[in-house]
Each structure stands twice: as structure tokens, then as C-alpha cells.
């Protein structure tokens, strides 16, 4: 499951191919949508909740509320159902995604003007990244790379070679993931790469109230 990205999207792997998916794009709704998704999944698969092995969460970058409701959703149904939980970064389910060969780069809306990105070699390994940007400031960097993902598409100035898929689908997370756990590699923790500060904090020389 991931939901670092406008996309709420969930999927059931076998370890072998992606048995049933689902994606909604929706920036403010994560936490009502997510759920549904999972039962939705799970239906169309024919299986029930315990039947599941593994999770796999997309661990972002992503931005603070919407990356938050898949990680906690993820560690409720580890602890749950007593079973690994891992953490995958979601520009590198993109990458796999897009399928390129050649250098390129994958680039998601971070909001603020903003993008998260990394550069890979190819659509299993990343070179650079993950990092968060203004488009200007990445552009002669990314100079003639093709660019995937929504961030690119946000900024076709910066980006001019912008390639899909825009979002990330929970099939291609699940994919590289069951690739590299069968191959005896060891996936991230699932915990959040936020990048930058949370846009709600604490207010600095609040008035404390107290009581009289």
C-alpha cells in the first residue's frame, strides 16, 4: 500500500504477480479511502486478511498527513496479524514502473512549489536521491534525462521530457519488493521520509492559559 502520493492504491501479490489492485487519486482523503481499498483488494482476490504473509508500505517521500495514514495503517495490520511489515521508497516503485533503461529521473508534486526526486540508472537502481527541490533549481542537473512521475508534468519548463505513470500504482511497489525480498535483500524500516518540517507545528510564544 502507499499513499505518499495524491494516489490511494493497494495490492495483493503472490510473490509471483500482482493478484488484485486498486488506485484512487485523491490529495485529501487517504484516511477514509484506504480501508475500503484494502477490503475492496482483498475481495476481488478471493482471500481474506489473514491469508496475507507480508506488508509492504510505500515510506514516501511524501507529505506529512497522507504518508502517515498508509504507515500507521501498515503497522496496524503487522502488529495484527503478526507479520513483517516493509518499507519501500515510493519514487523507487515509480521508477520500477516506468520501466526505463537508460538514465532518468522520477519526480512527484511535494507542494510548496516543490518536488521530491531521485535520479536512477536503470528501473531498479537509484543513484541520487531521495531529495526535495524547487524545479528550477534541479533543472540543468536533470538536463536531457527523461522524468516520471506528476512532479515532472507540474513543471514541463523544468521538466520537459516528462514521462508516465504520474502516480504510483501498488502493483509496481509490490513487485519490486517481492524481487528483492527473494533475492535475500533487506527492505527499509517503515518509517516515514518526510524531508522537511510537517506544515502544522506549534505555534512559537503561544500564551499559556491557566486556570485561576
Known amino acids: 500500500m502507499d499513499t505518499a502520493t495524491p494516489a490511494v492504491t493497494v495490492a495483493l501479490h503472490d510473490g509471483t504477480r500482482v493478484v488484485a489492485e486498486s ?39 511524501g507529505p506529512y498527513t497522507g504518508l502517515r495514514v498508509g504507515l500507521v495503517t501498515a503497522a496496524t495490520f503487522g502488529s495484527a496479524l503478526s507479520v513483517p511489515v516493509h518499507g519501500l521508497c515510493t519514487l523507487d516503485g515509480l ?30 537502481t537509484r543513484t541520487e536521491g531521495p531529495s526535495v527541490d524547487r524545479p528550477a533549481d534541479i533543472a540543468e542537473r536533470l538536463a536531457g534525462l527523461p522524468v516520471v512521475g506528476a512532479g515532472a508534468v507540474l513543471y514541463p519548463e523544468a521538466f520537459p521530457d516528462a514521462r508516465g505513470p ?31 518540517r510537517p506544515d502544522a507545528q506549534v505555534p512559537k510564544n503561544y500564551k499559556v492559559v491557566t486556570p485561576k
Do not use: N, S
Open 166 to 196: 504520474e502516480h504510483l500504482a501498488a502493483g509496481a511497489l509490490a513487485g519490486l519488493a517481492a524481487e528483492r525480498l527473494a533475492a535475500g535483500e533487506e527492505l527499509l524500516p517503515p518509517q516515514p521520509l518526510y524531508l522537511r
Open 23 to 61: 488506485a484512487q487519486v485523491d490529495a485529501r482523503r487517504h484516511g477514509e479511502l484506504l480501508l475500503p481499498a484494502v477490503d475492496r483488494v482483498l475481495a476481488d482476490a478471493g482471500v481474506k486478511l489473514d491469508a496475507v504473509t507480508d506488508v509492504v508500505v510505500g515510506v514516501g517521500p
Open 95 to 124: 521508477a520500477y514502473a516506468a520501466g526505463l533503461e537508460g538514465p532518468f529521473a522520477v519526480a512527484t508534486d511535494a507542494r510548496r512549489k516543490e518536488v521530491y526526486w531521485a535520479r536512477y540508472q536503470d528501473a531498479r
